[in-house]
């Protein structure tokens, strides 16, 4: 069984390894209506995962709480150039009851050496991680339906997704206004 969800994985990050990095922004999981034109959105998929740390964290930890989930990787450049703009949003909103969660979707061997590798060169930049990396497992990506890394998820205080980003946006004004609405 675990091989087998091992294969799985791997296919499923293949497979969005070779989708690519976009820089399509949707509303909405499946359309691309406007946030405010349609109030009935998709609930959040819930899931527990573990972090760098090595502990259990879960999507209802945020309850009550506006986050964004993003899926990124380490040898994505388009999910590196997204990162520092996360950091800011969480530095500037944290307080206002916004949270931000990583999900890694790096190769299983080695990602935790990737990530502290990463972070450590985000750190010479003058970025410090300040928010939970988790560590993707085939069934959340699934959930999510990720076409492609970076996707971001914007999920509002009744944990629903009102708002997708797939691939890197590159200007964290596009994140904030999105954000302003939610909180």
């Known amino acids: 069984m675990y091989w087998k ?3 799985l994985f791997g296919l499923v990050l293949c497979l969005l390894g070779t989708l690519g990095c976009s820089d399509d922004t949707s509303d909405k999981m499946t359309g691309a209506e406007g946030v405010d034109a349609n109030p009935s959105f998709q609930i959040a998929p819930r899931f527990t995962l573990l972090s760098t740390e090595l502990e259990e964290v ?12 993003d899926f990124w990787a380490t040898w994505c450049q388009p999910c590196q150039e997204e990162i520092p703009l996360f950091i800011e949003l969480y530095d500037q909103f944290g307080e206002q ?18 990530i502290e590798l990463f972070s450590e060169e985000l750190s010479t ?3 410090d991680m300040n928010y ?9 990506i699934q959930k999510y339906q990720v076409p492609g890394i970076p996707a971001a998820y914007l999920i509002n205080r009744n944990g629903e997704i009102v708002k997708v980003f797939n691939g890197a946006q590159g200007d964290k004004k596009i994140y904030e206004s999105e954000l302003k609405k939610w909180l």
């Not at 879960?58 to 506006?66: A, F, I, P, R």
């Not at 949270?99 to 299983?108: A, F, H, K, R, Y």
């Open 132 to 140: 939970p990396i988790l560590l993707a497992d085939s069934e959340i």
């Open 125 to 127: 930049r003058g970025f």
């Open 97 to 114: 009851g916004f949270e931000m969660i990583g999900i890694s979707t790096d190769d299983v061997e080695g990602r935790l050496e990737a």
């Open 5 to 7: 969800r091992l294969c």
């Open 58 to 69: 879960s999507l209802s930890d945020y309850q009550g709480k506006v986050v964004i989930v």
